[in-house]
């Protein structure tokens, strides 16, 4: 007589990569920050990985490199894994557009990310602009209407913020 012998899937660990939060997408030179990653094991059997994070500038050079080594996940399984990049890894960064990549043995994740030389100035100051001592009421109106026009690197803080120096005069 004659057997068949049906050879099912080998069972293998799969390891997909999902962003905890929003990146960042903007990096100040000399400035730390962190990038988090969730690591979820798709596949049927548990699994070792290295994750590793790196980010590219523009021509798909690696600027920053990090490894979090031997992330182990059974099936289904998922861990946050966190690349904190010290100040002193964002100092010889040129300013501009970079890419966060993430890896692991079966999935990659980027993320566009600019990088600039500094942060944005104190918002009092930057709408202090009428030369008189403290915020007058014109400067206010100047910074809502900043916000409300949607202009680079204004947050509803920064509004708040120069309405209490105008609160506080």
């Known amino acids: 007589g004659t057997a068949t012998l049906t050879v099912g899937e080998p069972v293998a660990a799969n390891f997909t990569l999902e962003l905890v939060g929003n990146g960042p997408t903007q990096i100040v030179q000399n400035e730390s920050f962190s990038a988090t990653v969730n690591v ?21 050079i690696s600027q920053v490199s990090a490894t979090e080594e ?16 010290a100040a002193s890894d964002t100092e010889s960064l040129s300013t501009g ?12 994740l980027t993320l566009n ?3 600039q030389d500094e942060p944005a ?15 007058q009421s014109g400067e206010v109106l100047d910074a ?26």
């Open 40 to 60: 979820t094991n798709e596949g049927d059997a548990a699994g070792t990985q290295d994750i590793t994070y790196d980010l590219e500038d523009s021509t798909g």
């Open 144 to 169: 809502i209407s900043a916000f409300n026009e949607g202009e680079e690197g204004v947050e509803s803080g920064d509004v708040l913020d120069v309405i209490s120096a105008f609160n506080e005069a």
């Open 113 to 115: 990310v600019t990088v």
């Open 70 to 85: 031997d992330v182990q996940l059974n099936a289904s399984a998922s861990q946050e894994v966190t690349f904190e990049v």
């Open 97 to 108: 557009n970079f890419t966060h990549v993430f890896s692991s043995n079966d999935d990659e």
């Open 121 to 135: 100035s104190d918002p009092v100051e930057r709408f202090d602009t009428n030369g008189e001592p403290g915020i």
